[in-house]
C-alpha cells in the first residue's frame, strides 16, 4: 500500500444546508467537487491518511473570540458551528498525537470575521480560524502561533481579532486592496501597541502568478517565520489566487499552491475562499493534501494548464522584489517603529467603519488599546450598526495582569446599560463571557 510521508488528518463539511444562494460563489459544490476529485485518486486508500467527522462548536467557543449582537445563536447557522467544530477536530487530532499535519476542508469560510459581529460579510460570519486556535489554546495551554493568510483577499476579520497580540503572528499576502474586497491589508496596517509589528501585509498587483508568490514566500515569509519560531503554523488557505478563480484578477497555479504549502510546511491549514468550482479547486485540494502528506504532487495540473499564457509580466516580477524588500525591512526595524509611534502614549485609539457586503450592514467602530507595561492591555471596543444596535465590548487579553483584570470587570459594572442596547465582557483569563 502506498504511504504517506506524514500523518495527515482531513475533515470535511461542506455544509449541505447552507448558501447565500443556490447559485452563488459559496456555495456547498465548492468542497464536492473536490471531493469526488481525491476519491476518484484514492486518497483515501493511502496508508497515514486519516478521515475525521466534525464536532460541533460549543457557543462558548465563539463567545472566547466575538462579539455576537445581539447574541451567538441569533447570527449563526448550524452549518457554521459545525464548520468550526470540524477545524476544532482537526486540530486536535496533531495535538493529541493522532497525526502530524491536518487540513479542515469546511465550509461557511471565515477570515472576514471581525470581533464584532452584525451578519455576514465578505461570504463570513464566524473567523474559522480564531475561533478554533482559541479553543485549542483554552484546553492545551498558551501557543506561539503564526496565522499565514494565503487568500485572495485580505483576511481583515484576522487581523482584527489579532491586532494587539504578539503571540499571534497574522501574515497576509494578497491582491492588493486597492483592486479588490475588502480594501484593506496595506503595510501601514502594522498591529496595535502591544501587538505593533506582528500584523504583516503584502498587497499583490493583478496578474501575480507562481513566481511572485513563491517568491514573496521565500524571501518574506519563511524568513520572518524563522525569526519568529511560531509553536503552531496555520495556513488560512484560500484558493482564490488562482488564475481561472470568477471574482479575482492572479494568476496562481494548482501546482504553485502545492509548492507553496510544501515550503510553508504548515501544521494545519483551514479552507477559506476559492470559487472556481471545477476549474481549479479540485486541483489546488488535491495538491494541497499532497504536499502536507509529503508525497509527489509534481503531476497535478489543470486541463487548460498553460504555461506561457501565464507567465508573469517582467514589470510584476520587479515591482514584487521592491515591495518584498520593502515589508521585510518594516518587520526587522519593528521595535524602532513602535518606539517612535507609541512614545507617551497611555491609550492607543482606532476609528473605522466597516461594511458588510452580503447584509448590507454599515457598522462605525471605535476600539481602545490601553498600553500597559504589565501585559497586552484593556481594551474596549464602542460600535454602532446601521441596524440599530449600539454595543459595548470590553476584552480582558489572556496575559492580563491583576490590575486589567479587576480594571475591565469594574468597567463592565459601572458602564451604564441605558448608555448601549448591548454590553459585554470577555474575560480571557478565567475563560469567562457575561452580557
Known sequence: MFKAKNRLGLVFFPAFDWAISSTHPEREERLLYTQDQIFEEGIEDIDGIHFYNPIVAEERDIERVHFCVPDVKTRLTKSHFISVGGA?????????????KAFALVRPPGHHAHRVVYGDRGFCVVNVEAVMLEKIRQEYGDLRVAIV???????????????????????????????????????????????????????????????GFLYVLD??????????????????????????????????????????????????????????????????????????????????????????????????????????????????????????????????????????????ILEEQTQRFRVCRHCSGLNTVESRSSTGYNIFGITIPRDACSKCI???????????????????LQDRVNDEFFK
Not at 476544532?88 to 502530524?100: L, N, Q, Y
Not at 483551514?270 to 470559487?275: Q, S, T
Not at 479587576?406 to 459585554?424: A, C, E, F, V
Open 149 to 211: 493568510d494565503t487568500d485572495c483577499h485580505h483576511g481583515d476579520g484576522t487581523q482584527d481579532i489579532y491586532w494587539n497580540d504578539k503571540d499571534t503572528l497574522f501574515i497576509s499576502f494578497h491582491q492588493d486592496g486597492r483592486t479588490l474586497y475588502p480594501g484593506t491589508g496595506f503595510m501601514d496596517e502594522f498591529g496595535g501597541p502591544s501587538g505593533y509589528g506582528y500584523n504583516i501585509n503584502i498587497p499583490l498587483p493583478p496578474g501575480t502568478g507562481n513566481e
Open 406 to 424: 479587576d480594571d475591565g470587570h469594574k468597567l463592565y459594572k459601572n458602564t451604564p446599560s441605558g448608555r448601549y442596547s448591548n454590553i459585554y
Open 219 to 360: 524571501n518574506v515569509v519563511l524568513p520572518i517565520l524563522d525569526e519568529y519560531k511560531p509553536d503552531i503554523i496555520i495556513n488560512s488557505a484560500g484558493q482564490d489566487n488562482h488564475y481561472t478563480d470568477p471574482i479575482t484578477n492572479m494568476n496562481f497555479t494548482a501546482k504553485g499552491y502545492a509548492e507553496l504549502n510544501h515550503r510553508l510546511d504548515p501544521d494545519i491549514a483551514v479552507l477559506e475562499g476559492g470559487y472556481s468550482i471545477e476549474g481549479a479547486l479540485p486541483y489546488i485540494n488535491l495538491g494541497i493534501i499532497l504536499a502536507m502528506a509529503g508525497i509527489d504532487y509534481s503531476h497535478v495540473m489543470e486541463p487548460d494548464y498553460d504555461e506561457e499564457k501565464l507567465r508573469q509580466p517582467m514589470d510584476i516580477t520587479e515591482y514584487i522584489k521592491e515591495l518584498s524588500d520593502t515589508v521585510y525591512d518594516r518587520w526587522k526595524n519593528r521595535y524602532e517603529l513602535s518606539r517612535h509611534n507609541l512614545k507617551d502614549t497611555d491609550v492607543v485609539e482606532r476609528s473605522r467603519q466597516i461594511f458588510y457586503d452580503t447584509d448590507r
Open 88 to 100: 476544532i477536530r482537526a486540530f486536535k487530532s496533531i495535538m493529541d498525537g493522532e497525526v502530524d
